[in-house]
């Protein structure tokens, strides 16, 4: 059975709320995602930095860390909002790519102004992903 359309209008008003509740005191470049999950709840993260720098977590996968711990596992589509239209990291596309294969996402300026629309595979080409082990 085919899935009905994403609704991106609710994904990016969702990313630029949470961008708004960044903490990023150190780098001053806010980060805000809304993740659609495959039951179609809306989760979202902001990047969390600290002190120590590398202890930093980007906003992607605040929402990724979110979502599973409230029990969502599949994920339909991804909206990130920075000021300039910033890509997710390559931690954070490898964190994805543990929950989806072919996530679409959509890249947002501070506006909610469209970026870039794309999608897992073409930011991350030949995963390593959970069926490459043995017990995956
Ligand atoms: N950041 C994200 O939240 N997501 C990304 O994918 C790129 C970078 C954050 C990490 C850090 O707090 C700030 O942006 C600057 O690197």
């Known amino acids: 059975m085919s ?4 609704e991106w209008q609710p994904l990016i008003e969702a990313a630029l ?5 960044a903490y990023a005191p150190y780098s001053r470049y806010a980060v805000g995602a809304a993740l659609l999950t495959a039951d179609g709840a809306i ?3 902001a990047n969390v930095e600290n002190a120590v720098y590398p202890l930093g977590i980007c906003a992607e996968r605040v929402a990724v860390a979110r979502a599973v711990h409230e029990g969502h596992t599949r994920f339909r589509a991804l909206v990130v909002a920075t000021a300039n239209g910033g890509t997710p990291c390559g931690a954070c596309r490898q964190t994805l790519r543990e929950f989806a294969a072919e996530l679409p996402i959509l890249i ?3 506006q909610g102004r469209v970026v870039l629309e794309t999608d897992l595979t073409e930011l991350l080409p030949y995963a390593f992903s959970p069926t490459d082990l043995p017990q995956g």
Request: hydrophobic share 35%; charged share 20%; no cysteine.
């Open 3 to 6: 899935q009905a359309p994403v």
């Open 108 to 110: 947002v300026d501070g």
């Open 17 to 21: 709320q949470a961008r708004q509740r």
């Open 43 to 45: 989760v979202t993260g």
